[in-house]
């Protein structure tokens, strides 16, 4: 393994966009299966569940009574992407009978990955509190995210929640699915081209690292990764399950054939081995 001050190292192990030379055509048939899956589904776009900037949901409902929740976390290293370019994730799972939420967020550099957690924590109690407005049902919620998404993801599962809203569970969240997670983020505070939007510092690097945690004990992680991604995304994947145990997460591979964009496709597809993870998350 390379020095974690070895720059040029990090950049070939976490610059995805420049790993894969084709993420432009995969984000844009996210775009256009996103737009269809809005203009062809029951939703509410645009729900706010704070009063901070960029704190709205999107709601895909589904005719299954008291349905299950599922929490889908976008992407994007904390600093770009939108909702909007994830409701494509919305049909197949409304199919099965879940009610699915896709939060935004407020993006880097503009604030820092503790607010932009707090802000998923905020997300997370909205939905507990008006699930049952929108047909789901409070007592299955489940959380699903891609790449800096699945960090959040792991971040929420390790949640206070009564010091957050003494109103709400102990543990409001019966999993997470976890896709091309970074779990560690010391080696992002020396990568140049993302270095200076997250602004990390050792201390942040501490709080917000998940490794760094005590394991959850009231849920499970399932953590996944493309078998064509790079070996620190690998390692991060692995590095969850050796910190936190086979209990806390309890599926940890790797999805042969997957690169860290095409991964997501796998979630989406109501034959793939993630969209069946997910399902067993939400009891379906």
């Not at 432009?24 to 729900?47: I, P």
């Not at 009610?99 to 802000?119: D, F, H, R």
């Not at 996944?224 to 790079?230: K, P, Q, R």
Request: net charge neutral; aromatic share 10%; charged share 20%.
């Amino acid at each position: 393994m390379k020095p974690r001050h070895d720059t040029v190292w990090l950049e070939s192990q976490y610059d995805n966009r420049a790993r894969v030379p084709g993420h432009a055509v995969t984000f844009e048939r996210w775009r256009r299966a996103s737009a269809w899956a809005r203009e062809h589904s029951l939703s509410h776009l645009d729900l706010r569940y704070a009063d901070d900037p960029g704190a709205t949901l999107d709601l895909f409902t589904t005719t299954t009574p008291k349905a299950p929740v599922l929490i889908a976390i976008h992407g994007g290293y904390w600093r770009s992407l939108d909702k909007s370019d994830f409701s494509f994730l919305a049909p197949s799972f409304t199919a099965a009978g879940a009610l699915v939420v896709v939060p935004n967020y407020a993006l880097c550099p503009a604030v820092t990955i503790e607010q932009i957690t707090l802000q998923l924590a905020a997300a997370v109690a909205w939905v507990w509190r008006h699930a049952e407005r929108y047909g789901g049902d409070p007592a299955r919620i489940a959380v699903v995210g891609h790449s800096a998404g699945a960090h959040l993801a792991a971040m929420l599962l390790s949640c206070r929640w009564r010091q957050f809203d003494e109103a709400l569970p102990a543990q409001p969240l019966a999993g997470a699915l976890a896709i091309s997670g970074l779990y560690d983020l010391e080696p992002l505070r020396h990568a140049p081209f993302i270095q200076g939007d997250l602004r990390l510092t050792p201390a942040a690097v501490a709080r917000l690292s998940p490794a760094f945690f005590p394991r959850p004990k009231a849920a499970k992680l399932y953590a996944v990764v493309g078998a064509d991604e790079s070996d620190e995304f690998v390692r991060q994947n692995r590095l969850i399950r050796d910190v936190w145990g086979p209990t806390a997460v309890p599926v940890c591979e790797e999805l042969p054939g997957a690169d860290h964009f095409s991964i997501v496709t796998d979630l989406a597809d109501p034959d793939g081995r993630l969209h069946g993870l997910a399902l067993k998350l939400l009891g379906l």
